[in-house]
């Protein structure tokens, strides 16, 4: 939704690169990432962590009445998808062969999101690919 | 934490008729609802102390932010210091809650609550990405994800774990329907069949248009004062005998589960407590509807049903007009429709009418405990009251 470069460029590395975060003390993983640990608070520190980007399909959707920014891709599947490494993480599934089932195995692929009209922005983001 | 805090009580309710009300804006809305509820207390607009206001997107829908001023100064609030509280569609619950805290606590005796929101006045796409900010922008509306999209995956899920179908999540529609024919305040006096339900635009699967609350406009009110001067006002208050709001993650895949609101669980959990009285106690209930699958989570939160267990029972009728709990009496947002900052608000006053007696062709017999249960966003907000009937 970003109609400026800024918002986009300070998610490069969770968008781009799926980098979440992590708790030192209690080791629990965070995606998106984020600053205060949800168990120990402010006791602890928090550090980047890249996630592998398998995963499997813990729910589904086909999105048939799409905000205007998606008017052109709908329909399409979203999910919720459970990394192997234990965070879920939402996003666009895309098939490849295999059809979206709950269960289905994902890995991460970076792919086109949306352009903001003809001189806007090209937003990239990771979506899901069944394999 | 509940020292020498005062009883509350309801004095005066007020609403509009909900739906597409073109010929009138938001402040005519909040006016209508303020002054059926002024004279529903027998009160004047200058024994108001103080006004709380929920409103969820006043600034998306029609370009005005500053709005408690605006209601206070429209309801003729002369000077009085107002609120606005946005909590997604939960605006209305926590505006109540925030009231009964005012009132609680001894800073103010009249306290005037107003539920309002005027939606038809841009597109449905507009509407449609306004309402997608009760969800997480970032990570949800942002990555095309509706607001229906979010209780589709809930509704996925819970289909997969507990095997319920599109046919019982019909079944919550058809009922608030036909409920929402006895309510002349209702957006849709029509009934509709399962039928119709299932053959209705798909909008993100397995919810269909039927499943959907509809976009409103509408306003409600509530009036408050402590319990103890409460017959000065009126012969049958309605004491608020719990209130307890609590809150999670805001988007749908940092919960612990996807298939019950966590939120939900621990208000109604600590509204029982507060309230001293079980789940089967009750007589009454509003629950949130935005989606039929909503109204099954909903009552599996709030321990009317074991998980996994509530949509059967609703599609077998046991939460219909007068069976042993009904639910959604007023239609619930399906059927009387969702001005989102109204909706906690038109609960409450509906659960009162109930209460006093006075619900009219959907009056269930001998109603003495109701609760009203307002969700915000897909969850990360969840309101809920219980009253009672003072004899």
């Known amino acids: 939704m970003e109609k400026a470069s800024a918002g986009m460029w300070r998610k490069i590395d969770t968008r781009y690169n799926l980098i979440g975060s992590e708790c030192e003390k209690c080791k629990t993983l965070y995606f998106p990432p984020r600053i205060i640990c949800r168990i120990c608070g402010r006791d602890t520190k928090m550090r980047s962590r890249k996630l592998s980007g398998n995963g499997k399909v813990y729910s589904f959707t086909t999105i048939r009445v799409p905000s205007d920014t998606f008017k052109e891709s709908a329909p399409y599947t979203v999910g919720v998808i459970e990394l192997e490494e234990g965070p879920k993480v939402e996003g666009h599934v895309v098939e490849n062969g295999k059809k979206v089932a709950i269960g289905s195995k994902v890995k991460t692929v970076f792919r086109k999101m949306y352009v903001d009209g003809d001189e806007g922005l090209i937003h990239y983001h990771f979506k899901f690919e069944t394999i | ?391």
């Open chain 2, 1 to 391: 934490m509940m020292v020498n805090m005062r009883e509350v009580a309801i004095i005066g309710v007020g609403l509009t008729k909900f739906g597409e009300r073109w010929e009138h804006g938001l402040r005519d809305l909040m006016a209508e609802a303020g002054l059926n509820a002024l004279n529903d207390a027998n009160i004047t607009s200058n024994d108001v102390e103080m006004l709380y206001g929920g409103v969820m997107a006043s600034g998306r829908f029609i370009g005005q932010e500053h709005i408690a001023a605006l209601l206070a100064d429209q309801l003729g609030f002369k000077n009085i210091p107002a609120v606005r509280v946005e909590n997604a569609c939960a605006s209305g619950g926590t505006a109540l809650r925030q009231g009964y805290i005012a009132v609680a606590s001894g800073i103010h005796d009249i306290v005037a609550v107003g539920g309002v929101e005027k939606m038809t006045d841009v597109t449905p796409s507009e509407a449609t990405s306004a309402l997608g900010g009760a969800g997480d922008q970032e990570w949800e509306l942002g990555q095309g994800i509706t607001f229906p999209g979010l209780y589709a995956l809930m509704a996925k899920r819970h289909m997969h774990d507990f095997g319920t179908t599109e046919e019982q999540m019909a079944a919550v529609s058809v009922k608030n329907h036909k409920n929402a024919v006895k309510n002349k305040y209702a957006q849709f006096r029509r009934e509709i069949t399962i039928d119709e339900v299932l053959k209705s635009k798909p909008v993100a699967d397995p919810l269909k248009i039927l499943d959907c609350s509809p976009i409103s406009d509408g306003a409600a009110a509530v009036i408050l004062a402590p319990l103890e001067i409460a017959k000065k006002y009126n012969d049958t208050p309605i004491k608020i005998a719990a209130s307890t709001q609590a809150t999670d993650t805001l988007s749908l895949a940092e919960r612990e589960s996807i298939t019950s609101l966590k939120a939900a669980q621990i208000s109604g959990e600590k509204a029982f407590k507060q309230a001293k009285v079980k789940p089967s106690d009750i007589d009454v209930a509003e629950v949130h509807d935005c989606f039929s699958i909503a109204e099954i989570l909903a009552m599996e939160d709030l321990g009317f049903y074991k998980k996994g267990k509530a949509a059967k029972a609703i599609a077998d009728g046991e939460t219909a007009l007068g069976s042993k709990l009904s639910v959604n009496t007023s239609g619930g947002l399906k059927g009387c429709g969702h001005p989102v900052g109204a909706t906690g608000v038109k609960q409450a006053v509906e659960i009162t009418w109930q209460l006093r007696g006075e619900a009219a062709d959907r009056q269930v017999n001998g109603a003495e405990i109701g609760l009203a249960h307002n969700v915000g966003g897909s969850g990360a907000t969840a309101v809920v009251h219980i009253m009672k009937r003072i004899n």
